[in-house]
T-cell receptor, first 109, second 119 residues
Framework: RKEVEQDPGPFNVPEGATVAFNCTYS??????FFWYRQDCRKEPKLLMS???SGNEDGRFTAQLNRASQYISLLIRDSKLSDSATYLC??????????FGRGTSLIVHP | DTGVSQDPRHKITKRGQNVTFRCDPI?????LYWYRQTLGQGPEFLTY????????KSRLLSDRFSAERPKGSFSTLEIQRTEQGDSAMYLC?????????????????FGPGTRLTVL
């Protein structure tokens, strides 16, 4: 079983829709969680940190569920420009992040 | 631009040749990471430095791969005797332990990557 798993998608949604992705992690000692956005043939860019209390930034909300060992990303009012691959990562005390394979989002008009 | 930079951006080489990539992290960041990414996959950890010390190296990393960060600033990744399976995007990222809130010290700031093609 991979340490961090994501549904690769693609998630195909219309503009204005709300979409949510989950990411499961297997290491119960994981302490740090992040969402990154990666555009085609570009480097990943940090989107959000995921705190125990959750985190909201505009249209984006991230949650952590330690009991079930997953993190989630909710995007409200999807824009065409949200089309990208969303990577999650987790790391324990070793400072070495493990990344999922990413979830592809396509927002269409 | 004070972000992470990598050089070269693209490298095409023949099988069996050696290649070296350079990464310049964000200046105040003390941690530097190398990853490899292939199509449809997330970044795969290769190795990690804290200042000039190489603290961790992936068990999956072949002996043909070596990395250095001699003065705790820029880093180089060398691949000897390249193979076609080495073709990938090589990403460098840096992070800092100086951020105040605990989870954020693992935030990764990535460079644009070096795309390696081995013919």
């Amino acid at each position: 079983r991979k340490e961090v798993e994501q549904d690769p998608g693609p998630f195909n949604v219309p503009e204005g829709a709300t979409v949510a992705f989950n990411c499961t992690y297997s290491n119960s000692a994981s302490q740090s969680f992040f969402w990154y956005r990666q555009d085609c043939r570009k480097e990943p860019k940090l989107l959000m940190s995921v705190y125990s209390s959750g985190n909201e930034d505009g249209r984006f909300t991230a949650q952590l569920n330690r009991a079930s060992q997953y993190i989630s990303l909710l995007i409200r009012d999807s824009k065409l420009s949200d089309s990208a691959t969303y990577l999650c990562s987790s790391s324990g005390g070793s400072y070495i992040p493990t990344f999922g394979r990413g979830t592809s989002l396509i927002v269409h008009p | 631009d004070t972000g992470v930079s990598q050089d070269p951006r693209h490298k095409i080489t023949k099988r069996g040749q050696n290649v070296t990539f350079r990464c310049d992290p964000i200046s105040e960041h003390n941690r530097l990471y190398w990853y490899r990414q292939t199509l449809g996959q997330g970044p795969e950890f290769l190795t990690y430095f804290q200042n000039e010390a190489q603290l961790e190296k992936s068990r999956l990393l072949s002996d043909r791969f070596s990395a250095e960060r001699p003065k705790g600033s820029f880093s180089t990744l060398e691949i000897q005797r390249t193979e076609q399976g080495d073709s990938a995007m090589y990403l460098c990222a840096s992070s800092s332990k100086l951020r105040g809130r605990a989870p954020t010290f693992n935030e990764q700031f990535f460079g644009p990557g070096t795309r390696l093609t081995v013919l």
